[in-house]
Structure formats: structure tokens, C-alpha cells
């Protein structure tokens, strides 16, 4: 499967944004899929998984209450909608594929998108 990651861009803080990962190859709802994040000398870290189907979510704590995953299998595209961002939400982000349930570590990431960054401003 191939991923095309795309919706980034510069907002202030408070605002939103939506990112799409656009998945091509096979169908989204086969994969567990993930979204992951790396700010500036840090490492990538994950943010919000959504399971196979669409049936389960998860995420980590800094985002839970302000980020939301869905899958639309018709489109075979995952969202990622980010609301109440805050500077520290600065970062590339990366949509993976995972053949297990889950895509909530890199080790259980098949195939990466190539990122797209977000920049929230103070």
C-alpha cells in the first residue's frame, strides 16, 4: 500500500486542522493505521491510531480531548482532526499502515506516508 499524507500547513493557536492519508494499492480498512509526529530534534512519537475497520480508537495523552481519527473506507482515506492546537502540536506528521490491529509504535508500522508539517503558531 502506498500513503499520501496531505492537509498541513500554519495556524495559530486554538485553531484547527484536518490531515488526510490517502491510502492506494490496497484498501485503508485492511490496516491498522496510525499518525505519528516528530517536532525538531525530538523523536517521532505516536499520536492517534485508528484499528482495522475503523472499530477502535487510540491516543496518546497529550492529544486525547482535542484530536479525532476516522476512517473512510469508501475514499480509503484516514483523517486526523486536530483541534485547540497548541505550539507544542508543531511537528511533521506521518500516517503509517500496520497489518496488526493497531499502528500505535513504529515497530508495528509496515509502510509510511511521507509526512506533512504543521505548524501552530503562539
Known amino acids: 500500500v502506498q500513503l499520501q499524507a496531505s492537509g498541513g500547513g500554519l495556524v495559530q493557536a486554538g485553531g484547527s486542522l484536518r490531515l488526510s492519508c490517502a491510502a492506494s494499492?490496497?484498501?485503508?480498512?485492511?490496516?491498522?493505521m496510525g499518525w505519528f509526529r516528530q517536532a525538531p530534534g525530538k523523536e517521532r512519537e505516536f499520536v492517534a491510531a485508528?484499528?482495522?475497520?475503523?472499530?477502535?480508537?487510540y491516543f496518546a495523552d497529550s492529544v486525547k480531548g482535542r484530536f479525532t481519527v476516522a476512517m473512510n473506507s469508501a475514499k480509503d482515506t484516514v483523517y486526523l482532526q486536530m483541534n485547540s492546537l497548541k505550539p507544542g502540536d508543531t511537528a511533521v506528521y506521518y500516517c503509517?499502515?500496520?497489518?496488526?490491529?493497531?499502528?500505535?509504535?513504529?515497530?508495528?508500522?509496515?509502510?509510511w506516508g511521507q509526512g506533512t508539517q504543521v505548524t501552530v503558531s503562539s
Open positions: 503509517a499502515a500496520s497489518s496488526k490491529l493497531y499502528a500505535r509504535s513504529e515497530d508495528e508500522c509496515d509502510y
Open positions: 494499492g490496497r484498501s485503508v480498512s485492511s490496516y491498522g
Open positions: 485508528i484499528s482495522w475497520r475503523g472499530g477502535y480508537t
